[in-house]
C-alpha cells in the first residue's frame, strides 16, 4: 500500500497528497530535542513548526535561516523535503545550507542516519542530496539544522516606483553596485491593493511595485550600502525611497510581504499560486511576458517576487465557478512557466515538482537525465510504494511534451 | 580522435569535450576515468587501466555577471576560475589549503574545499548549481539550473561531490557567486601554545559582538608548522579597528596587518599535503588542540568550522594518533576522514560512522551498476 509523509500540508505543488494508501502525518513528531547555541545546532523531530524553532532559538541570539512566508505553520521536515526558501535565501541560502544532518527511515523500513553535528560538509553526502527530494526516497524522522547568529542590526527599506519595469531594473543594478542585502522583495499593484485593503502595511495604493530591501550587520558597516541602495534606487526612477525608522514600522512592511499571498483572497474568489525562476537580469523580461500571457488569457495576475534570487510568484487570479475558469488559470500558468525556461530558468525555485509540474519536467530535463534520476529514485524505494506519482513524469509523457521551447545553452547546469 | 580505437589499457586520452564520449561509451569508461593534475596526483584510485586527461574540457559556458552566476567545463583550474569573477567584481567564496591550483575536476573529485572560509562561506556544497556528468552508458546527464534558486527534479551534485568520479565524471559545473568583498584586512599572530590563539579569537569575537556568537573572520584559521603555533585571519573591518580589538590581548607575537584590495588566497603551510580530517563541534576544538600540543604534528585548523586537517603523520606516530586522539574522537561522536588518494589505510578503524559508506555504495550500485567507473572513496 502507498505511504506519503506529510508534514504541515502547506506545500504548493501537491507533493502530500495522497492518492489512495495511507498518510503517514508528523506533524506530532513536534518536538524541539535539543538546541547547542555554543555550536549553533538543534536536533529536531521533523514535525516541528519553522517558527517555533525559530522562537526557541532567538533568546540564545540564533535563528534557523529558512523562513518561507509559510513559516506561522510548515514543518521543518516540509521544508527539508522541499528544500524551501523564503525572502532572505538571497543572502543565506535555502534549506539545504543549513541543514547538517539527518535520521531517516527508507520504504524497507530501514533506518540510518548521515550527516552530524559538523559546522561543514566535506566529500559525498546523501543528507544533502536528500534535500529536495520531496520525499520520495526516505522519511526525515530527526533532523540536525543549523542556527545562524542574528545579525547585531537590520535595517529595512522601501522603494516606491511608478513602474514595474524600474523596480526590476533596481533589483539587478543594486546587486551590480556590489550590495549583497539579506532580502530584496517585490510586490506589484495587485498585491499592494490586497495587502492593503486589510493589513496596512504602508505601501502605497497607487505604486506599480514596491521593493522591500532589507540589510543587516553593524549599524556602521549597513549606512554605507543603505545610501548606495538609496543611490540606486532613486536613480532608476523610484518615487520615494523610506528607511524604517521604528521596529514596530520594519515588522508592519514584513507582515505586509508575508501576509501578500493569503490577502489575494480579499480581491478574487480563487487564485493559482505560481513558482518560476529566471537569472536575474531578465526579472524585467519575465514580469512584463508575465502581465502579457495573462492578459491574453483574459485574467488578472498579481506577483510577490524574491526579487533577488529572480524567483517570481505569479498569483494567477480567476473564477472557478466560470466555465473554463480553471483551465484557463493552468494554461497560463504553464505558458509563464514555459517562459521561464525559455530565458534560462527553471520551472520552480523553492515549491518543488509534486504533482503539480511534472509532466513539465521533461521541458526541463532530457529523458536521459530523468531516467538516471529516477534510477536513483527506484533503487532506493524499489517497490515505489513511498510517495508514488511525484516529480516524475509517466513515462508517455516525456516524450509528448518535449521539445516545445528551446533552452538555452547552460541552462543544463 | 576516435574514442573507439583506444588501443589498450593505461593510456591518455585528451577529449576537447564531454560529447567525444558518447561513439565510445563503455570502452571508453574503461575502469577509471582520471585525469592527471597539475600538481601530479589523478584522480581516482591507482591500479587504474584507464585514464581520461580533463585539462582540455576548459571552456567557460556561461558567464553571467549581472546573475552572479558561471557555469564552466572542469578542465579550467580554481584559479583561473576565481579571477575569471574577480575581474567582474564577483567572488567565489571557495579555497583550498593546499597551495595548489587544481582543476575543478580534481577539486570537485576529491572535494579539497574545506578552507579558512567554511565557517562562513561552506564549502562546494553550498556553491554548486548544477553539473553534467557522464552516466555508465557514456550518456551526458545534467542536474540543477543556471539559476540562483532551482528545486526542479534531484539535485545530483551532493553525491558527485568528492565521490572521486566513482559515479561518473563531471564533465561541467556550475556556481553561484557573491558580490566581490571589499576593504579587507589581513592579520598574521603567532604564539607559543594554541590556547593563546583560541582565546584570542573568543576575545575578539565578543569585541565585535558582544553576544558572541556572530563572527568578524570571513577567513580564520590556525596552523602549526615544526612546532610553531600561528594564526591568519582575514576580515571586511577596518584595520585601525581590527588594531583596537587585538591590541589588549596578550600573548602574542609578531602581529602583521595588512590591508588588500581584493580577498586573498589561503596560502599553504610546509611542503606535505594534509593526510587526516577530523570534524568535530566547534566547541571540542580547542581540547583536541591541546592533545594535539603534545604530539609532533603539523596541522591546519578551522575553530569555528569544527575541522582540523592533520598531516603529514609519520608512521611512527600512528600509534599514538591512534590512542590520543583518534580513538577519543570516535567517541566523542567526531569523524575522521582520510585525504589522501592513495585509500584507507588502518587509521580508519578508529572511526565507526558506516552508514554513509554503506548508502554511497548503494548509490554506486544504482547509478554504475557494472562498475565501469573507479572505486568510491571510504567514508568513514
Ligand atoms: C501562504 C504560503 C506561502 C508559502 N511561502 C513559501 C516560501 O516563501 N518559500 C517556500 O519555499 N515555500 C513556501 N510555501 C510552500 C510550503 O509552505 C513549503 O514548501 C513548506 O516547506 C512545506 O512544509 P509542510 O510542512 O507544509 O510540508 P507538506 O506540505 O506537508 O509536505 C511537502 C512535501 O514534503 C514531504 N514531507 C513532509 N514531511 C516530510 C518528512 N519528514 N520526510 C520526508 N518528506 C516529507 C511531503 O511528502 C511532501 O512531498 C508557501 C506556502 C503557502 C501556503
Same mark, same amino acid.
Given at each position: 500500500? %502507498?505511504?506519503?509523509?506529510?508534514?504541515?500540508?502547506?506545500?504548493?505543488?501537491? !507533493?502530500?497528497?495522497?492518492?489512495?494508501?495511507?498518510?503517514?502525518?508528523?506533524?506530532?513528531?513536534?518536538?524541539?530535542?535539543?538546541?547547542?547555541?555554543?555550536?549553533?545546532?538543534?536536533?529536531?523531530?521533523?514535525?516541528?513548526?519553522n517558527?517555533?524553532?525559530?522562537?526557541?532559538?532567538? %533568546?540564545?541570539?540564533?535563528?534557523?535561516?529558512?523562513?518561507?512566508?509559510?513559516?506561522?505553520?510548515?514543518?521543518?521536515?516540509g521544508?527539508? *523535503?522541499?528544500?524551501?526558501?523564503?525572502?532572505?535565501?538571497?543572502?543565506?541560502g535555502?534549506?539545504?545550507?543549513?541543514?547538517?544532518g539527518?535520521?531517516?527511515?527508507?520504504?524497507?523500513?530501514?533506518?540510518?542516519?548521515?550527516?552530524?553535528?559538523?559546522?561543514v560538509?566535506?566529500?559525498p553526502?546523501?543528507?544533502?542530496?536528500?534535500?529536495?527530494t /520531496?520525499?520520495?526516497?526516505?522519511?526525515s524522522t530527526?533532523?540536525?539544522?543549523?542556527?545562524?547568529?542574528?545579525?547585531?542590526?537590520?535595517?529595512?527599506m522601501?522603494?516606491?516606483?511608478?513602474?514595474?519595469?524600474?523596480?526590476?531594473?533596481?533589483?539587478?543594478?543594486?546587486?551590480?553596485?556590489?550590495?549583497?542585502?539579506?532580502?530584496l522583495?517585490?510586490?506589484?499593484?495587485?498585491?499592494?491593493?490586497?495587502?492593503?485593503?486589510?493589513?496596512?502595511?504602508?505601501?502605497?495604493?497607487?505604486?506599480? @511595485?514596491v521593493?522591500?530591501?532589507?540589510?543587516?550587520?553593524?549599524?556602521?558597516?549597513?549606512q554605507?550600502?543603505a545610501?548606495?541602495?538609496?543611490?540606486?534606487?532613486?536613480?532608476?526612477a523610484?518615487?520615494?525611497?523610506?528607511i524604517?525608522?521604528?521596529?514596530?514600522?520594519?515588522?508592519?512592511?514584513?507582515?505586509?510581504?508575508?501576509?501578500?499571498?493569503?490577502?489575494?483572497?480579499?480581491?478574487?474568489?480563487?487564485?493559482?499560486?505560481?513558482?518560476?525562476?529566471?537569472?536575474?537580469?531578465?526579472?524585467?523580461?519575465?514580469?512584463?511576458?508575465?502581465?502579457?500571457?495573462?492578459?491574453?488569457?483574459?485574467?488578472?495576475?498579481?506577483?510577490?517576487?524574491?526579487?533577488?534570487?529572480?524567483?517570481?510568484?505569479?498569483?494567477?487570479?480567476?473564477?472557478?465557478?466560470?466555465?473554463?475558469?480553471?483551465?484557463?488559470?493552468?494554461?497560463?500558468?504553464?505558458e509563464?512557466?514555459?517562459?521561464?525556461?525559455?530565458?534560462?530558468?527553471?520551472?520552480?525555485?523553492?515549491?518543488?515538482?509534486?504533482?503539480?509540474?511534472?509532466?513539465?519536467?521533461?521541458?526541463?530535463?532530457?529523458?536521459?537525465?530523468l531516467?538516471?534520476m529516477?534510477?536513483?529514485?527506484?533503487? $532506493?524505494?524499489?517497490?515505489?510504494?513511498?510517495?508514488?506519482g511525484?516529480?516524475?513524469?509517466?513515462?508517455?509523457?516525456?516524450?509528448?511534451?518535449?521539445?516545445?521551447?528551446?533552452?538555452?545553452?547552460?541552462?543544463?547546469? | 580522435?576516435?574514442?573507439?580505437?583506444?588501443?589498450? *589499457?593505461?593510456?591518455?586520452?585528451?577529449?576537447?569535450?564531454?560529447?567525444?564520449?558518447?561513439?565510445?561509451?563503455?570502452?571508453?569508461?574503461?575502469?577509471?576515468?582520471?585525469?592527471?593534475?597539475?600538481?601530479?596526483?589523478?584522480?581516482?584510485?591507482?591500479?587504474?587501466?584507464?585514464?581520461?586527461?580533463?585539462?582540455?574540457i576548459?571552456k567557460?559556458?556561461?558567464?553571467?555577471?549581472?546573475?552572479?552566476?558561471?557555469?564552466?567545463?572542469?578542465?579550467?583550474?580554481?584559479?583561473?576560475?576565481?579571477?575569471?569573477?574577480?575581474?567582474?567584481h564577483?567572488?567565489?567564496? $571557495?579555497?583550498?589549503?593546499?597551495?595548489?591550483?587544481?582543476?575543478?575536476?580534481?577539486?570537485?573529485?576529491?572535494?579539497?574545499?574545506?578552507?579558512?572560509?567554511?565557517?562562513h562561506?561552506?564549502?562546494l556544497h553550498?556553491?554548486?548549481?548544477? $553539473?553534467?556528468?557522464?552516466?555508465?552508458?557514456?550518456?551526458?546527464?545534467?542536474?540543477?539550473a543556471?539559476?540562483?534558486?532551482n528545486? @526542479?527534479?534531484?539535485?545530483?551534485a551532493?553525491?558527485?561531490?568528492?565521490a572521486?568520479?566513482?559515479?561518473?565524471?563531471?564533465? /561541467?559545473?556550475?556556481?553561484?557567486?557573491?558580490p566581490?568583498?571589499?576593504?579587507?584586512?589581513?592579520?598574521?599572530?603567532?604564539?607559543d601554545?594554541?590556547?593563546?590563539?583560541?582565546?584570542?579569537?573568543?576575545?575578539?569575537?565578543?569585541?565585535?559582538?558582544?553576544?558572541?556568537?556572530?563572527?568578524?573572520?570571513?577567513?580564520?584559521?590556525?596552523?602549526?608548522?615544526?612546532?610553531?603555533?600561528?594564526m591568519?585571519?582575514?576580515?571586511l573591518?577596518?584595520?585601525?579597528?581590527?588594531?583596537?580589538?587585538?591590541?589588549?590581548i /596578550?600573548?602574542?607575537?609578531? /602581529?602583521?596587518?595588512?590591508?588588500?584590495?581584493?580577498?586573498?588566497?589561503?596560502?599553504?603551510? !610546509?611542503?606535505?599535503?594534509?593526510?587526516?580530517?577530523?570534524?568535530?563541534r566547534?566547541?571540542?576544538? *580547542?581540547?583536541?588542540?591541546?592533545?594535539?600540543?603534545?604530539?609532533?604534528m603539523?596541522?591546519?585548523?578551522?575553530?569555528?568550522?569544527?575541522?582540523?586537517?592533520?598531516? %603529514?603523520?609519520?608512521?611512527?606516530?600512528?600509534?599514538?594518533?591512534?590512542?590520543?586522539?583518534?580513538?577519543p574522537?570516535?567517541?566523542?561522536?567526531?569523524?575522521?576522514?582520510?585525504?589522501?588518494?592513495?585509500?584507507?589505510?588502518?587509521?580508519?578503524?578508529a572511526?565507526?560512522?558506516s552508514?554513509?559508506? *554503506?548508502?554511497?555504495?548503494?548509490?554506486?550500485?544504482?547509478?554504475?551498476?557494472?562498475?565501469?567507473?573507479?572505486?568510491?572513496?571510504?567514508? %568513514?
Open positions: 500500500m %502507498p505511504f506519503v509523509p506529510r508534514g504541515a500540508g502547506t506545500g504548493l505543488s501537491g !507533493g502530500a497528497i495522497c492518492d489512495g494508501g495511507v498518510i503517514i502525518q508528523l506533524s506530532r513528531m513536534n518536538r524541539l530535542l535539543a538546541i547547542y547555541p555554543d555550536d549553533c545546532y538543534a536536533v529536531v523531530q521533523p514535525g516541528v513548526v517558527n517555533y524553532l525559530n522562537l526557541q532559538a532567538r %533568546p540564545l541570539g540564533l535563528g534557523f535561516a529558512p523562513d518561507p512566508s509559510s513559516q506561522a505553520a510548515c514543518t521543518i521536515g521544508n527539508l *523535503a522541499e528544500n524551501a526558501g523564503g525572502p532572505h535565501t538571497l543572502k543565506y535555502v534549506t539545504s545550507n543549513h541543514v547538517l539527518q535520521t531517516v527511515v527508507f520504504p524497507d523500513g530501514e533506518v540510518a542516519t548521515y550527516g552530524g553535528p559538523y559546522p560538509r566535506s566529500g553526502d546523501f543528507s544533502t542530496f536528500l534535500i529536495g /520531496e520525499g520520495t526516497i526516505a522519511i530527526e533532523i540536525i539544522v543549523r542556527l545562524v547568529p542574528l545579525p547585531p542590526d537590520v535595517t529595512t522601501l522603494a516606491v516606483y511608478k513602474s514595474v519595469a524600474d523596480a526590476t531594473d533596481s533589483v539587478s543594478a543594486i546587486l551590480a553596485a556590489g550590495v549583497l542585502p539579506n532580502a522583495e517585490l510586490i506589484d499593484n495587485l498585491c499592494i491593493q490586497a495587502v492593503e485593503s486589510h493589513l496596512k502595511a504602508g505601501f502605497p495604493m497607487e505604486a506599480a @511595485a521593493l522591500l530591501i532589507e540589510l543587516d550587520g553593524t549599524k556602521q558597516m549597513m554605507t550600502k545610501e548606495t541602495v538609496g543611490r540606486v534606487c532613486k536613480s532608476n523610484a518615487v520615494s525611497f523610506s524604517a525608522k521604528s521596529e514596530e514600522e520594519r515588522q508592519r512592511l514584513w507582515l505586509g510581504r508575508k501576509h501578500a499571498v493569503g490577502s489575494l483572497g480579499k480581491i478574487t474568489p480563487a487564485f493559482y499560486t505560481n513558482d518560476g525562476v529566471v537569472p536575474r537580469s531578465r526579472l524585467t523580461d519575465i514580469m512584463q511576458t508575465s502581465y502579457r500571457i495573462a492578459k491574453e488569457h483574459d485574467l488578472s495576475v498579481a506577483h510577490v517576487c524574491h526579487a533577488g534570487d529572480g524567483n517570481i510568484h505569479p498569483l494567477i487570479c480567476y473564477n472557478p465557478d466560470e466555465s473554463g475558469g480553471s483551465q484557463r488559470a493552468t494554461a497560463c500558468s504553464t509563464i512557466l514555459m517562459a521561464c525556461i525559455e530565458m534560462g530558468g527553471s520551472i520552480t525555485g523553492e515549491h518543488g515538482i509534486g504533482i503539480e509540474k511534472r509532466d513539465l519536467l521533461p521541458q526541463m530535463f532530457s529523458e536521459v537525465d531516467e538516471h529516477q534510477r536513483l529514485r527506484n533503487g $532506493l524505494n524499489p517497490e515505489g510504494l513511498l510517495n508514488p511525484k516529480i516524475f513524469p509517466n513515462g508517455s509523457r516525456c516524450g509528448e511534451l518535449r521539445g516545445n521551447v528551446s533552452i538555452p545553452r547552460g541552462t543544463w547546469i | 580522435m576516435d574514442l573507439n580505437t583506444i588501443p589498450e *589499457a593505461n593510456s591518455f586520452t585528451w577529449p576537447e569535450h564531454g560529447s567525444a564520449l558518447q561513439p565510445s561509451k563503455r570502452l571508453m569508461v574503461g575502469t577509471l576515468i582520471g585525469q592527471a593534475n597539475t600538481a601530479g596526483k589523478s584522480i581516482g584510485s591507482p591500479g587504474a587501466n584507464y585514464q581520461w586527461d580533463l585539462s582540455r576548459d567557460i559556458i556561461s558567464f553571467r555577471a549581472h546573475d552572479m552566476v558561471i557555469a564552466v567545463e572542469v578542465g579550467l583550474t580554481l584559479d583561473k576560475l576565481k579571477t575569471l569573477v574577480e575581474d567582474e564577483l567572488w567565489l567564496p $571557495l579555497d583550498t589549503p593546499r597551495g595548489d591550483d587544481p582543476l575543478l575536476a580534481n577539486y570537485l573529485a576529491h572535494d579539497h574545499s574545506l578552507s579558512w572560509l567554511s565557517h562561506h561552506g564549502t553550498d556553491w554548486v548549481m548544477g $553539473l553534467t556528468a557522464v552516466d555508465h552508458n557514456g550518456h551526458e546527464v545534467h542536474s540543477g543556471l539559476v540562483l534558486k528545486v @526542479a527534479g534531484y539535485q545530483l551532493p553525491l558527485y561531490i568528492g572521486r568520479m566513482a559515479l561518473g565524471p563531471v564533465l /561541467e559545473v556550475s556556481f553561484r557567486l557573491l566581490m568583498p571589499t576593504p579587507v584586512t589581513l592579520v598574521h599572530w603567532k604564539a601554545h594554541p590556547s593563546t590563539l583560541m582565546a584570542a579569537c573568543q576575545h575578539i569575537t565578543q569585541q565585535c559582538y558582544p553576544s558572541g556568537r556572530s563572527d568578524p573572520w570571513e577567513g580564520f584559521r590556525i596552523t602549526r608548522l615544526d612546532n610553531q603555533w600561528s591568519d585571519g582575514w576580515t573591518y577596518p584595520s585601525d579597528l581590527v588594531k583596537e580589538w587585538t591590541d589588549k /596578550e600573548g602574542l607575537e609578531d /602581529e602583521i596587518l595588512t590591508e588588500l584590495k581584493v580577498p586573498p588566497r589561503e596560502k599553504h603551510v !610546509g611542503n606535505q599535503r594534509p593526510e587526516l580530517l577530523i570534524q568535530l566547534p566547541t571540542q576544538v *580547542a581540547g583536541l588542540l591541546d592533545t594535539l600540543h603534545s604530539l609532533n603539523d596541522l591546519t585548523c578551522y575553530p569555528k568550522a569544527g575541522a582540523i586537517l592533520l598531516g %603529514p603523520i609519520a608512521l611512527t606516530d600512528m600509534e599514538v594518533l591512534q590512542r590520543e586522539v583518534l580513538k574522537i570516535a567517541a566523542k561522536d567526531g569523524r575522521v576522514k582520510v585525504m589522501t588518494t592513495e585509500g584507507a589505510m588502518d587509521i580508519l578503524n572511526t565507526t560512522a552508514a554513509e559508506s *554503506a548508502i554511497m555504495a548503494r548509490v554506486k550500485s544504482i547509478l554504475d551498476p557494472e562498475g565501469v567507473f573507479g572505486p568510491l572513496p571510504e567514508i %568513514p
